[in-house]
């Protein structure tokens, strides 16, 4: 349904903001984003303005009072409190798929989960085959996710040629693989733990918790607890990011008020208004009481959800591509960047790992009649979204900044990232662009 017309003047702003407004409409835009980050992050990294784009994310930023002070470089605050929030709307995309969307049934739920399966086992073996007996081997997790943001954003570049089921499976896939990669970052990717600080985050979780449970809906209950269950974390040792998705599953999935009784409120507050008397008392009280009535017509998961996804879409994950794509190749050949145990291994991972194991752990999934094809969606199509799964980007420069110190051995990282992502890429769209057009009862 369209959106209403609020204001019917023609405005000059209006006509300045009308190309950006097109631009984030388009289901490719934050993908297109992405990549516009990654190249730029590129472009700084290797010419003149390599040591400001360096330095830059070096800059020391204090906050905190007396004895208690968290100094970080601009890089991990990126890394650490951005990627918290990013994190904690992954939190809530996964409880929403959960309780009502394609993961609430079984048999809807288990093609991606068993392709999500497969997508992170086979690429993180594939990855231990190229790396095994080298000092990369840790290296393992990097090719289990992938990035949602630019694979929808290559399908939605299709058009038509992309049905509907194969995004709902995309991201249903996706947001299992983000899941598993939350939990192999917990606990694989954590240093030493401090139990004190642990201790804390899991009494805030509780209390987080308890508040659900008492039916206390106010957001700023759970974003000002969720500040110091981030800071807990942080102390504790355990990656910060986690404190984003346990903050995402207390928040209340719930509504106040079912679709009837809203309906029922919202008719009356409207009869009682006056036509044509904008600033008459009892409009404005109207007005104030639909305002109040639709918030308990949402669930709060649902207004924070929708609140911060183009935050995270539009500034987050591009700040973040833009400060950890960057990777300088002047000093040696892409050929020997490429042919580094890690870039190999990643390659291996994310390119052919993630479509072998999607699409085979999917079709046994078919075979053994657990799960359902996908309506309107062919074998030749979800074998390219199979090839999509392989943009890992995000996460996966994410699990690398994680999984080694060296920057010399991160640089080789991040370079097979890229490449692999930008092959899987290209494949998994000309596939899907060429592939037959499956029909509705297939």
């Known amino acids: 349904m369209a959106s209403p017309q609020l204001l019917p003047e023609d405005r000059p702003i209006d006509d300045l903001l009308k190309p950006i407004n097109q631009f984030l409409r388009l289901e490719a835009s934050s993908g297109i984003l992405l990549m516009v980050m990654a190249v730029l992050a ?53 409880k929403r798929e959960v309780l009502v969307g394609e993961l609430s049934s079984p048999k809807q739920a288990m093609l991606p989960i068993m392709g999500a399966i497969g997508g992170m086992v086979v690429p993180a073996g594939a990855y231990v085959l190229v790396t095994g007996g080298t000092p990369f081997v840790n290296g393992w997790g990097i090719p289990m996710a992938t990035d949602i943001a630019f694979a929808l954003g290559i399908l939605a570049l299709l058009g038509t040629r992309a049905p509907v089921a194969l995004k709902i499976f995309l991201t249903a896939l996706a947001i299992i693989d983000d899941l598993g ?26 209390v987080l ?23 807990a974390f942080l102390k504790s040792g355990v990656h910060a990011t986690i404190a984003g998705v346990l903050l995402a599953l207390t928040v209340p999935a719930r509504r106040r008020l079912d679709e009837v009784t809203f309906r029922e409120k919202a008719q009356g507050f409207l009869s009682s208004m006056k036509v044509g008397e904008e600033d008459d008392r009892e409009n404005q009280e109207a007005v104030n009481a639909l305002e ?4 308990g017509a949402a669930t709060p998961l649902a207004r924070m959800e929708h609140a911060l996804h183009g935050w995270v879409a ?68 979800l074998y390219g979204v199979a090839v999509l799964t392989g943009v890992g980007f995000t996460m996966s420069l994410f699990i690398a900044g994680l999984s080694f110190g060296d920057p010399e051995v991160l640089d080789r990282a991040k370079t097979g990232i890229l490449f692999a992502s930008l092959i899987a890429g290209l494949m998994g769209y000309f596939m899907i662009r060429l592939s037959p057009v499956a029909s509705d009862d297939s």
């Open 314 to 381: 539009f500034f987050i994950m591009p700040v973040f591509a833009l400060a950890n794509a960057g990777v300088d190749l002047r000093q040696v050949s892409i050929f020997e960047a490429l042919t580094h145990p890690v870039a190999l291994g990643i390659i291996a991972g994310l390119f052919i790992g993630k479509q072998v194991g999607v699409a085979i752990f999917s079709w046994v999934a078919l075979k053994l009649n657990i799960a359902e094809m996908p309506k309107g969606v062919g074998w030749l199509q």
């Open 42 to 94: 590129l472009v700084f990294a290797n010419t003149a303005l390599s040591t400001t784009y360096f330095s830059t994310l070096e800059i020391p930023l204090k906050v905190g009072f007396g004895d208690f002070v968290i100094d970080k470089p601009l890089l991990l605050w990126i890394n650490d409190g951005l990627m918290a929030i990013f994190f904690f709307l992954v939190g809530l995309e996964i």
């Open 209 to 231: 918790a308890l508040g659900n449970r008492l039916g206390v809906r106010k957001t700023r209950f759970y974003v000002i607890l969720g500040i110091f269950l981030w800071l």
């Open 181 to 206: 990669a939350v939990m192999v970052i917990a606990i694989f990717y954590t240093s030493k733990i401090n139990m004190v600080a642990l201790a804390a985050g899991f009494g805030l979780f509780a």
């Open 292 to 295: 109040i009535l639709s918030k």
